[in-house]
């Protein structure tokens, strides 16, 4: 079984970089999204195991996403994970009320998310 | 290329991505130079040190992330309204971003200097300790704002600052809701901001779980307006969007509104009531009811729509009430990335590649094959028509013909896509430009309004990476010696602030780029003094030269000195290495002066250097290409019809005279006595040749390939093409060519 992970995150080459960790484990696969809005057309065309989004970003923020995500009940179950250079603790302590399950302060180790990721999906 | 050569390659385009959009952002600040800054620029500018502090981290680029970090730091504070704007905030981030651009230079060479450490470590420590703090107020205004805490919850600390400003300052703040279908929403919201930007500030956009049919998607826009509720009902005619009032509660002690708030009513389900109601709102196509709130005073136009107009129309009025001492003024309006629709920045992303110009040049030279193996189709399918002893079919003939002309059309967009695919516009050397002005006018103590147009012509990417560094110089020069001290032009009555310009302009295959000031001129008997002095020129040719002669004695290697720029209102460092570099990109560099009026330098460059249309020529046996595009004319001409004036050959065509070369002589060929030459007139901004040469032998495309070794510095040479016949032959460079003429006239008067 492919587990479908969505990468929501603006640049191009910090997504290339996540989505590389993502694939990197086997049986899953890395789809991506350049926008909050870009992840809002894919959310219904797929079923992700899991989400993994920045906070600032120029249409809809890693927030106001969340809040969607969490508030709609066929997607509200998906863990939710923050990868963002905001080390601010509001901002962190906001994702985490809202439901995100993890907050990863850019640089993270790619073994750290891969270590992550296998944890919520229940992969060895 | 390795894994790791890889992701550095992928971190310095997207890095250098960023730092040019940062760049273009900042100009456009420095533009409002005392005018209340945009939020939406200043946000748009530390979301690009920020993505650049996150990539450099991510991919260990410690010095970049550190300094990116540290601007960042100061732009945050700057957004978040605890710092105000000033010049010396807005100097300092103009340097940061140089360094940032160095430092990005130096980790593509995988190098790292001290010098350049140690200047990033010095500007850190200044962005830490640079601003004043803005006055904190004891009350936070977001509290006067009714809002449901849900709402509230998914603000980031920016987006707050955003609504706290607003409320403070009395804006009227809507919560506009509108659904559209899931297959187009983004088309749908796209238009709906680019129909509210104009009227006020989207402060957040919400997207809602809560849609109004069952395959929509709602969004609840935060909106703080700039028109009365009136203009605002009226400009969202045709949306789907509902508005509804945020109510504000007045402030506990008095402030200082700019505009008169929404009037108060009763709060609803999400804090905010509906201000108009449609019956039963079908999506995209809702009837606009008329308002049923009163209306309200329209609010005042904010300052920053348009700065750039704004601060254009300052100088032309000649009211220069800004301290500073550069000004930058484009005469066409950027994009601001924070003023980009939303659009734009979500599909830009998607739907641009970035490719390496090598393998850009890698592909041209395939085109180039492809291009002789056309010729010699066309070659084999015209020999085939005139050959009456191949016994071919007429029918196959004709079909060999028509896939050749096929392919021949193929080919034209292949090449024609490739060729656009390399242009960039010269607006990215402008930008940088700009930065530069700025530092060297506080160095040298004027006053300088830069203004630049053009900056969206395109041209060759190669060709806009050369021209920096010529550019460069001209303006330096410019400002250094061109412009005159401000209290120096107002005793003969010009505005303190010199001007110097900078233009593109597409002039068919060519684009003419200028650079011009208002300055004191050029003295040209100073120059003609100077070049005899230094045994440049003879008395005698001193004597016929027309002063535009004399202003392009300039040029000439040797000609200025450190001495000379007092004397000669300093034009002509090192202009001949100017001249050098612009031919190199097979263009032309002309003066104009006018003693007091000011100078102006134009650069004719070619648009490209990949594939050119050239004619091919033959000389004592020997074949050349020469670019059509320089090309304006063929004559016919016989040898009686060539006149000898002081010495130098000349033609006569249609009332003028034409200075002729021999191309057989230019180079060393053994020269043939034809019944009759054939004469390219040959021509690049104002200059004219004749190039005499034995035959003509057609038109071809030609890819130019740069020549190696003992044949690059051949003066009049160019590069090499392989023609289709599988010859390689040398391609004429007309623009040396030109000097060549000119110079040779000088030397033999």
Sequence with gaps: ?124 | MNTAGKALAEFIAEGTEIVESLSKDLLVLDQQRGLEPDPELINGIFRAAHSLKGLAALFGQERIAKLAHQSEDLLDRLRLGKLSLDDQVLDTLIESLDALQSLLAEASREEASDALGERVSTLGTRLADLGTVSAASDEDPLDRLELSEQVRAVFTEYEEHRLRENVRRGVALYRVRAAFDLSDFDTGLTELNARLKPLGEVVSTLPSSEPGGLSGIAFDLIFGARVSTEELTQKLEGTPAQLFALVTRPAAAPVTPRAPAAPPVPPAEAGSTPVRKTAKRKPRTPKAPAPQTPPDEPLAAASSTMPTLRALEAVSSGEASSSSPVRTLVQESPTPRGTRSEGESARSLTQTVRVDIRRLDALMNTVGELLLIKANLQRMVENVRLDAGVSLSKVWGQELSRETRQLERKLDALQEGLLEARMVPVGQVFDRLARLVRRIAREVGKEIDFIIGGGDVELDKLIVEELSDPLMHIIRNAIDHGAESPEARQAVGKPRRARISLHAEQKGNHVVIEVSDDGAGIDELGVRELALRKGLITDAQAREMSRRELLNLIFLPGFSTASSVSELSGRGVGLDVVKNNIGNLSGIIDVWSERGQGTAFHLTLPVTLAIIRALVVGVSGRTYAVPLNSVLEILSVKPSEIRTVERREVLDVRGTTLPLMRLARVFGHPESHPERHFVVVAGLAQERLGIAVDELQGQQDIVVKSLGGRLQGVRGISGAADLANRRTVLVLDVGALLEEGMSTERRRA
């Design chain 1, 1 to 124: 079984m492919t587990f479908k992970i969505l990468i929501v995150e603006d640049s191009r080459a910090s997504r290339e970089l996540i989505a590389a960790t993502v694939e990197s484990i086997p049986g899953l696969e890395a789809v991506t999204s350049s926008s909050g809005l870009e992840a809002l057309k894919l959310l219904p065309r797929h079923v992700f195991s899991l989400i993994i989004t920045d906070i600032n970003m120029p249409d809809i923020n890693g927030l106001e996403l969340i809040r969607f995500i969490k508030n709609n009940p066929a997607l509200r179950d998906t863990p939710l994970f923050i990868v963002t250079t905001e080390g601010r603790e509001t901002d962190r302590d906001r994702g985490l009320a809202l439901g995100a399950v993890e907050y990863l302060v850019k640089p993270f180790s790619p073994r750290s998310l891969e270590g992550l990721v296998r944890r919520y999906l229940q992969l060895a």
